[in-house]
């Protein structure tokens, strides 16, 4: 039997202004792999904002816990996953 | 901030609230066995693609952003020397034109390793490290600029190029 969490989730960068209102949780479990969690992501953010247009970054953002996962990565036990836009330091 | 001697090397990293002060770099960076340092500045301009630039704000995943550069560290000592002093700092928040968002020093026994070390940390930390950024305009407008994607082949140490960067 599959086991879910309601993991919490970290945005950053553009992301960062869709994170309004009450904590952005999602249904995760260990198995689920990174591009599931972003449509998981995705569909909780439509929910809460039926004009939602950040897919593009979405998309494009990777899925860290303490490294960033590989996109046939599973997500594992973690409880709360970071989504990092494209990055553009220095 | 993470600080740590490996074979006599130094190595710091601090992802800083504000912007850099340079002096904290030459500080760092004393060792009577090396005669080249090699120090890059990073700082806000105030013209980015024809617009006019008032300010720019720095976000960061601090956690993986020191483990990164940690990273990025270990491959320009296996590079050029594990003798090799490093120092990195980077500022997060609001800065104004003309703020020093990031300073990379490096030091080596000659001149030519901390040319390469300290080019090389900064190329990689642009393309590798959770570092975003997004630019004010005199207009009022606000803009993240687009940067090298994290996500499509695998972790950060095998990150790929996505998006056309901006020139920053």
């Keep these: 039997m599959t086991r879910h969490s309601q993991s919490r989730v970290l945005l950053f960068g553009k992301l960062k202004a869709y994170a309004v209102g009450e904590e952005l949780r999602v249904a995760t479990h260990p198995g689920m792999i990174p591009r599931e969690f972003r449509e998981a992501v995705a569909e909780e953010l439509h929910r809460r904002c039926p004009d939602f247009s950040g897919v593009a970054e979405l998309v494009s953002s990777a899925v860290a816990t303490d490294h960033v996962l590989s996109e046939r990565e599973p997500l594992g036990e973690a409880l709360e996953y970071s989504l990092l836009p494209p990055v553009c330091g220095g | ?168």
Excluded at chain 2, 17 to 26: C, E, K, M, N
Excluded at chain 2, 72 to 91: F, N, P, T, Y
Aim: net charge negative; with cysteine; aromatic share 6%.
């Design chain 2, 1 to 168: 901030m993470t600080e740590s001697s490996f074979i006599n090397a130094y190595t710091k990293i601090e992802i800083l609230a504000g912007a850099v002060r340079p002096g904290l770099v030459t500080e760092a960076l004393e060792n009577p066995a090396h005669g080249g340092i090699a120090v890059f500045y990073g700082a806000v301009r105030n013209l980015n693609h024809g617009r006019i630039v008032t300010a720019v704000s720095y976000e960061c995943h601090q956690a993986l952003a020191e483990k990164e550069l940690t990273t990025i560290i270990s491959e320009a000592r296996s590079k050029w020397g594990d003798a090799m002093d490093v120092i990195v700092l980077h500022g997060t928040g609001r800065l104004r034109v003309g703020e020093i968002s990031v300073a990379i020093g490096v030091s080596s026994p000659h001149r030519s390793e901390a040319f390469e070390g300290c080019r090389y940390l900064i190329e990689e930390l642009k393309t590798r490290v959770p570092i975003w950024k997004q630019e004010h305009y005199i207009d009022g407008d606000s803009e993240w600029l687009k940067g090298h994607a994290l996500c499509q082949q695998g972790g950060a140490s095998e990150h790929h190029s996505g998006d056309t960067s901006r020139r920053a």
